[in-house]
């Protein structure tokens, strides 16, 4: 079977396909990142829940707002003097309770208790440092706004004007405060700079390896609790493939044998192939998955954290619903292929119907195999965000649909960065696969229409 | 075309037994009683409920008697909500539903036949190639992103940004067409399109967005293919210019497919985008079932899932028989 279509002409055609080709070369890449995550386990499901980062860092190269940066500074040496402080009180080593603060491979670093009490110490003056300059601030922006909007109420016909400041003054008052407030800025950045120097030799920045683990860890920043958005994305990988290629491969099984099966036995095979399909197609998708969540909660499946066995729910309805394209297409491909004179010729000199099936129909029908397993892997990865969002998807692990449906609430805080490397990387998956499945399409089954 | 329309009907009608049979098998697998009651519940709370239901019954009782209800649309008091029937809650739910889909199916519906018009007319060039290119881009984006993304940027962002132009509730709905009581007795029929724009317009926009790179490239390869049947290069043998045939000769005959893939999201109009109506908070047929599962509302699962199906399979003959109208190549008999 392989044989004979690595011969065939439609893949020749297919190899011609440059943007094919890149698309494949695209798959392969993501391929091999699911099989390092998947099978030598270079990423685990406990790394994607540690905390790498305060919560919400921006990632993407972007950097951080003056008053998020005060707030990150703040957190990073607050938490270290409550572990000193509660050691000092128990009278206890305080070392393990520091390393527990570690982000990863960004350790506390290892210095005396008096030592790092000293750089605490030293951090909150240039705090409140900061904290003065950001109240200076905070005054001029209010005076901003109090000038604007006086200047707005000269435009307002109820208001006597003569009770207002005019309006040239009021220009080049805004326009002075515009540059002092300017000017504040640029003092609280500096300030900040220095307070982050501290931070630094309070909790350093890993170097070597561990930097470079610790730079991938925080690339993209980091969700409500923290944890690593760039593991978190990568990991998905492996589900998404994990999904895919599961799903597709059961479909493409269950829908060939039945669609085979049902075109060249005919009879009452065919109709009750027939009924079970049109039924299928008869009900709601969304219906069905809405069904099957009822159907599913509270079971052992709805409830274990086995990263294979919870996703047994959502094979399930991927698989009740995807097979029936595919038997519809090998149905009508092997009604075809059936009354073809190879098929006649094989029946008169004698051979079996079980081997005319297996040996010359299906083989003749393995390109639509391909196409739709294809567009199935297509068809599951952008599922399982919808039925993670349902609550039938993964869980305890991270995925694609996990990440869009929290960055749902991320978004409202002004934080991109789960929502975006999520749908970055599935565009990517998804786009390339499409590619694929239309230059497959074109090569093997030019005449068939979308 | 009675005959034909009758036996489409009787064919489906085992169909339809078939659907209701599995589910109802299938919400039966987890004990209703107690997943809505919770694991401890006491006897006369689970028999009253039981009883309710006639989930005491034998199965096959249960499902004659469910099916010999589904014409009356009985399907019992909801669990939840004490005091109303499901059929209430059901016919409630379907005017929030068609006020958004109805314009978005034929939104899409529209601007989909121009695009890929316009895509096959200049077929191979340049502006074929981006629409197509786009038409890809489009479809590898998640449904959740666009709805969230559009969300944010059209109601959230211009609302905290206090823009003068903030049109759109973030989420929400309000009746924006009926009658409704006026002070004094009596009730008045009231109209107000803002509202409407307020509430559906948005959903509308993401709705036609998420269609349009499914159907642009459906219909355009529809087109493309009949553009190289005999009847058109006879026409353009006999001199017809292209844009003639474009319009005159082939949109009526690649409208046949067109039509039948409209036909085939019909069921949405009903159905509603579930999606949609979670996100932005509209109590149509989609968000009243979600929320019935949520709360484990048995008698509310089971009579939507009736109706959905039955709308679904109304709609699979109503496809059926138009296909046969608009194509004669397709025999009656």
């Known amino acids: ?450 | 075309m009675w005959a034909y329309v009758l036996r489409k009907l009787l064919y489906n009608i085992p169909v339809y037994f078939g659907i209701i049979l599995l589910m109802m098998a299938a919400l039966r697998v987890n004990d209703p009683v107690n997943n809505y009651l919770g694991k401890h519940p006491t006897p006369e709370q689970r028999l009253a409920l039981e009883k309710d239901m006639g989930l005491d019954q034998p199965f096959i009782v249960q499902y004659v008697r469910f099916i010999v209800h589904i014409p009356l649309l009985d399907f019992g008091d909801s669990w939840k909500y004490e005091g109303t029937t499901v059929r209430e809650r059901l016919i409630r739910a379907v005017p929030p539903s068609l006020s958004f889909t109805v314009p978005t199916l034929l939104a899409a519906a529209m601007i989909s036949i121009v695009v890929s018009l316009v895509s096959a007319y200049y077929r191979g060039r340049p502006v074929d190639k981006t629409l197509m290119i786009l038409a890809v881009l489009g479809m590898s984006v998640s449904y959740l992103v666009y709805i969230i993304l559009g969300q944010f940027f059209g109601a959230f962002w211009p609302r905290e940004a206090q823009w003068s132009l903030a049109p759109f509730a973030i989420s929400g709905y309000e009746p924006w067409i009926g009658m409704k009581d006026v002070e004094g007795g009596g009730s008045a029929f009231f109209f107000s399109p803002t509202t409407w724009v307020t509430y559906c317009l948005l959903p509308v926009i993401v709705g036609v967005i998420v269609a349009m790179g499914y159907d642009t490239r459906f219909y355009r390869a529809v087109m493309v293919e009949e553009c190289t049947r005999d009847y058109i290069i006879t026409a353009l043998a006999k001199g017809a210019t292209k844009r003639k045939i474009m319009f005159v000769h082939m949109l009526k005959n690649a409208l046949i497919p067109i039509v039948t893939r409209v036909m085939t999201t019909l069921p949405f109009l009903i159905t509603g985008s579930i999606l949609l109506e979670m996100f932005f908070n509209i109590p149509g047929m989609g968000k009243t079932l979600i929320t019935a599962i949520n709360d484990n509302d048995f008698p509310m699962i089971q009579g939507f899932v009736a109706v959905f199906a039955a709308v679904m399979i109304l709609t699979i003959i109503l496809t059926d028989v138009i296909y046969a109208l608009v194509d004669p190549r397709v025999r009656l008999s």
């Open chain 1, 1 to 450: 079977m392989m044989k004979r279509l690595a011969k065939s002409r439609g893949l020749r055609r297919f190899m011609r396909s440059k943007i094919a080709m890149a698309a494949l070369a695209v798959i392969g890449l993501y391929f091999a990142v699911a099989i390092l995550v998947g099978v030598f386990r270079v990423i685990t499901p406990a790394d994607a829940t540690v905390r790498v980062l305060p919560s919400r860092y921006p990632g993407f190269l972007q950097r951080p707002t003056l008053d998020k940066r005060f707030e990150v500074a703040q957190w990073f040496i607050d938490r270290v003097e409550t572990k000193l402080n509660f050691a000092e009180r128990r009278k206890t080593d305080v070392r393990p309770l520091l390393d527990e603060l570690a982000l990863v491979e960004r350790t506390v670093a290892q210095l005396s208790p008096e030592r790092l009490r000293q750089l605490i110490d030293e951090a909150w003056e240039v705090s409140d440092e900061a904290g003065e300059g950001f109240d200076l601030r905070d005054d001029l922006l209010d005076d901003l706004d109090d000038a604007t909007r006086e200047l707005a109420s000269h435009r307002d016909p109820d208001i006597d004007t003569a009770t207002l400041r005019p309006v040239e003054e009021l220009r080049a008052f805004i326009q002075g405060k515009r540059t002092e407030v300017q000017a504040s800025s640029g003092e609280i950045d500096s300030v900040l700079t220095r307070l982050e120097a501290v931070v630094l030799r309070i909790q350093p920045l890993p170097t070597g390896w561990a930097g470079m683990k610790y730079t991938f860890r925080t690339f993209l920043g980091s969700d409500y609790g923290g944890s690593s958005i760039s593991i978190n994305a990568f990991y998905s990988i492996k589900v998404a493939f994990q999904v895919g290629i599961v799903t597709a491969t059961i479909c493409v099984f269950i829908g060939t044998v039945l669609g085979a099966a049902a075109a060249f036995f005919g009879g009452w095979v065919d109709h009750t192939v027939m009924w079970l399909v049109s039924t299928m197609s008869s009900i709601p998708y969304l219906v069905l998955l809405a069904v099957l969540v009822y159907m599913f909660r509270g079971t052992y499946f709805d409830t274990t954290s086995n990263p294979f066995l919870s996703l047994v729910p959502l094979y399930t309805a991927f698989c009740l619903t995807f097979w029936v394209g595919t038997c519809r297409v090998i149905r009508g491909e092997v009604l075809k292929i059936k009354e073809l004179e190879y098929v006649q010729a094989a029946t008169s000199i004698g051979f079996g119907r079980f081997y005319i099936l297996l040996r010359h129909v299906v083989p003749n029908a393995t390109h639509l195999m391909f196409i739709n397993f294809s567009l199935l892997v297509i068809g599951a990865i952008k599922s399982e965000v919808i039925l993670t969002f349902l609550g039938l998807g993964v869980k305890g692990q991270p995925s694609w649909g996990r990440m869009i449906a929290n960055g749902q609430q991320e978004v409202i805080n002004f934080a991109f960065w789960e929502i975006g490397s999520a749908t970055v990387l599935m565009f990517g998956l998804v786009l390339v696969f499409n590619i694929v499945s239309d230059a497959l399409q074109d090569a093997f089954d030019p005449k068939h229409v979308t």
